[in-house]
T-cell receptor, first 113, second 113 residues
Framework: NAGVMQNPRHLVRRRGQEARLRCSPM?????VYWYRQLPEEGLKFMVY????????ESGMPKERFSAEFPKEGPSILRIQQVVRGDSAAYFC???????????FGSGTRLTVV | GQQLNQSPQSMFIQEGEDVSMNCTSS?????WLWYKQDPGEGPVLLIA?????ELTSNGRLTAQFGITRKDSFLNISASIPSDVGIYFC?????????????FGKGTKLSVKP
């Protein structure tokens, strides 16, 4: 009964490269949420997706960031042309129903050098 | 955007002592959640509250959804060393997006054996 799986756990990218973060929700969960956490801070909402649909992307930066949750396969958070300020822990959560019973993954720690 | 005011920021206590932390918001919330985060891991849900005035326990943990719907507290009784970690409150704003949890900045708990 695997939980929310995120990979990689750690990702190092040079400025200007692309970062792709993956999230496989818990079995039976069709709602996925992405959050970003800076050091010494709480989590900040980025985007909420259901299969093949973006429901709420109000927390996503307007440029360079995109997310998808295809019919088959994991949800992907993609950051193009990364900058130092993108360095953070990115957490994915999933739920069976909208807005309830969130389970978080262990996160991907992105470091931009 | 909406912020949650969580206090205290940190606590240093002796094993066996009781702990209390709280969270306040400037607007009405319809859900309050309390999470614990260990270093390098994602948040783990401790207690979920869905109704004003609700008081819920989970072992040595007790949390309440404030009657004004603008605050919540978490109590830990008879603390033990494994209680060490960062505790976050989170909530869903009334009328806000169902997928968008707003987090406090956390209370860092240290327990001396």
């Amino acid at each position: 009964n695997a939980g929310v799986m995120q990979n990689p756990r750690h990702l190092v990218r040079r400025r200007g490269q692309e970062a792709r973060l993956r999230c496989s929700p818990m079995k039976g969960h069709s709602h996925v949420y992405w959050y970003r956490q800076l050091p010494e801070e709480g989590l900040k909402f980025m985007v909420y997706l259901q299969k093949e649909n973006i429901i709420d992307e109000s927390g996503m930066p307007k440029e360079r960031f995109s997310a998808e949750f295809p019919k088959e396969g994991p949800s992907i958070l993609r950051i193009q042309q990364v900058v130092r300020g993108d360095s953070a822990a990115y957490f994915c959560a999933s739920s069976r129903r909208q807005g309830s019973g969130y389970t978080f993954g262990s996160g991907t720690r992105l470091t931009v050098v | 955007g909406q912020q949650l005011n969580q206090s205290p920021q940190s606590m240093f206590i002796q094993e066996g002592e009781d702990v209390s932390m709280n969270c306040t918001s400037s607007s009405i919330f319809n859900t309050w959640l309390w999470y614990k985060q260990d270093p390098g891991e994602g948040p783990v849900l401790l207690i979920a509250l869905y109704k004003a005035g609700e008081l819920t326990s989970n072992g040595r943990l007790t949390a309440q959804f404030g009657i004004t719907r603008k605050d919540s507290f978490l109590n830990i009784s008879a603390s033990i060393p494994s209680d060490v970690g960062i505790y976050f409150c989170a909530g869903q704003e009334d009328g806000g997006s169902q997928g968008n949890l707003i987090f406090g900045k956390g209370t860092k708990l240290s327990v001396k054996p």
